[in-house]
């Protein structure tokens, strides 16, 4: 029996024909009739599925959620969402977070639970499930499937960032589509999300900071046991935080996004983190903007080794003691007195968490890298700013003036990038434009364009990259991604010419185009601006909705949420 007044009571509680209706089909499942008289009702809400393969061992996790749930006296009821993959999704899985989050929230509301487990594996699942669950508002948690165990080729450690160097010895001849194919069950060699600090690390790294999950929810494998009692510590949990109405608002304050933002910055995390944690914040109320993404990581350093800003796994991260090991070593930098969903607080999570490997975590005063997080950079090519991972770009290419070679969409860029013909050299700034959130719509992963082939052969590594689009979190290189507003709404970066002046100063954080009044006033002229056409359906309502990504590509309309209140029945 619940100490507090059960939300799920409102059906299962009723008398009459309303509760014949909500108890008796339930029944049909086995379900006594005791588990209906004032148990937590708590709704696991699962992205299995096969489509999405980091998530695929999901249905067995459930099962040790729900034991925990159980033992601590509550009624588990598992309920499938929308589930994105990121791997087969076209043309991206982010043109479906927002659809995911809305029916993760309606789904949540119009049922009988009391408190919600979140399971949420490969990139984007995690923000749409939380971003859904904030609009609802119960006490909610996260429990992440892990990540895969490091992949082994040709006898050296790969992951996720590896594919983007496979792709360019596969383009330059150095090998052969045999050894891809056989790369590739070396890669993915058991079940969980990338192995790397990639999008997915990067969003079950944010939930733990956030304090939305257990400790060490970001970092145990997905193939190891303690993954499974993490889940059913996760459904003990729950259970006490419905009796606590511990609610997600009371865990996800201003502090814990600040945290948020400086923990991600000490693990490399990337930059689709600042799209998503911005969504998420807007479900909420709290106060976040772009630059305070700059302001709290600022003076953070990069604490792990781990891909791509470092040279490991995510799995190592967990044998050197995880991410409360790694907040340990930063918490004069953390506020460690908020409330966790554990109940306790962040300062006691991280209490006793020595480094193992001091290889993999390194301590504040001697870390990895001493260039972190996100910088925001701004200029008249991006009024409303653009970011770049610092950790993950070549330090030579931090200050670079040089001329721009532009693609006008990705079909452009595909099409010319490795022709001979192409004006290009090692000192030009590509330019991709049409890739944001209308302009593809979703915003694809296409910001960090391959360098063209002719420069790959004498040896170039990176170039300055510019674009209104993202960057996968395994990606790397001087790339200037979110350019906001984009293209396709009408920003600057929809005039920009060949041959072009572009300035990047990442320590002074600007970004400049070096174009005249008078000429960009004639090239507006020449070429006057047409929004995107509408589109029927989804892609409609998206291109229509969609807010641009300094504001984190939320819909207009979702933003804030409506409670946990339903008036009415439905006979
Ligand atoms: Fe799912 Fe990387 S593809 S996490
Ligand atoms: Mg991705």
């Given at each position: 029996m619940s100490k507090v007044e059960l939300r799920s009571q409102q059906w299962f509680g009723k008398t009459g024909k309303d509760g014949f209706i909500y108890r008796a089909w339930m029944?049909?499942?086995?379900?006594?009739?005791?588990?209906?008289?004032?148990k937590p009702v708590i709704g696991i809400c699962n992205t299995w599925s096969e489509l999405t393969p980091c998530n695929a061992h999901f249905r067995e996790l459930a099962e040790f959620v729900k034991k925990g749930i159980i033992e601590a006296g509550g009624f588990p009821v598992e309920f499938p969402v929308m589930s994105l993959g990121e791997t087969l999704i076209k043309p991206t899985a982010m043109l479906y977070r927002n659809l995911a989050s809305m029916d993760v929230e309606e789904s949540i509301r119009a049922n009988p639970i009391d408190g919600v487990v979140l399971m949420c594996g490969c990139d984007k699942t995690t923000p749409s499930l939380v971003m859904g669950a904030c609009s609802v508002d119960l006490p909610t948690l996260v429990i992440s499937g892990g990540p895969m165990m490091k992949g082994k080729f040709k006898g050296k450690e790969i992951g996720t960032s590896d594919v983007w160097r496979f792709a360019e010895a596969y383009k330059l001849g150095e090998l052969t589509q045999k050894e891809f194919i056989e790369a590739e069950a070396c890669m993915a060699r058991t079940p969980g999300h990338c192995a790397v600090m990639g999008t997915a690390s990067t969003m079950a790294t944010m939930v733990e900071a956030l304090g939305l999950?257990?400790?060490?929810?970001?970092?145990?494998?997905?193939?190891?046991v303690r993954r499974k009692v993490l889940a059913q510590h996760s459904g003990r949990r729950i259970v006490e935080m419905v009796n606590e109405d511990l609610k997600m608002s009371k865990v996800l304050t201003r502090p814990a996004f600040e945290n948020a933002i400086r923990v991600n910055a000490a693990t490399g995390g990337s930059t689709n983190f600042v799209i998503h944690l911005t969504a998420i914040a807007g479900r909420l109320g709290v106060d976040l903007k772009l630059d305070d993404f700059d302001e709290f990581s600022r003076n953070i350093p990069l604490l792990a080794n781990i891909q791509?800003?470092?040279?490991?796994?995510m799995e190592d991260l967990y044998y050197a003691g995880g991410l409360p090991a790694l907040m340990n070593q930063m918490k004069e930098h953390l506020h460690t007195s908020i409330v966790t969903v554990n109940g306790k607080t962040v300062g006691e999570n991280i209490e006793n968490t020595p480094i193992y490997e001091p290889s993999i975590i390194s301590t504040f005063d001697a870390p990895f890298k001493p260039d972190s997080g996100i910088a925001v950079v701004r200029g008249n090519l991006a009024p409303n700013g653009a970011v770049l991972k610092p950790s993950a770009a070549s330090k030579a290419l931090f200050k670079h003036r040089g001329k721009a070679v532009v693609f006008e969409n990705i079909e452009d860029y595909h099409a010319r990038i490795d022709s001979p013909e192409l004006e290009v050299d090692e000192n030009s700034v590509m330019v991709l434009k049409n890739v944001g959130p209308k302009g593809y719509p979703g915003m694809a992963e296409v910001g960090n364009m391959g360098i063209p082939k002719k420069l790959l052969e004498k040896g170039v590594k990176d170039m300055v990259r510019i674009s209104d689009g993202r960057m996968s979190g395994t990606g790397f290189g001087t790339v200037i991604l979110?350019?906001?507003?984009?293209s396709a709404a009408g920003?600057?970066?929809?005039?920009v010419h060949n041959g072009d002046f572009i300035a990047l100063d990442v320590e002074n954080r600007t970004i400049n185009w070096e174009v005249s009044e008078e000429e960009l006033a004639a090239r507006k002229v020449a070429q006057p601006f047409e929004k995107p056409k509408t589109i029927r359906g989804y892609v409609g309502l998206f291109i229509d909705h969609v807010e641009q990504a300094d504001q984190?590509?939320?819909?207009?309309?979702?933003?804030?949420g409506s409670g946990s209140i339903v008036t009415r029945d439905s006979h």
């Open positions: 029944k049909n499942q086995g379900i006594p009739d005791d588990y209906f008289q004032g999950s257990l400790p060490q929810n970001a970092a145990i494998p997905a193939a190891d791509p800003s470092g040279e490991h796994f979110h350019v906001s507003p984009e920003g600057p970066l929809n005039w984190g590509a939320d819909f207009d309309f979702l933003k804030g």
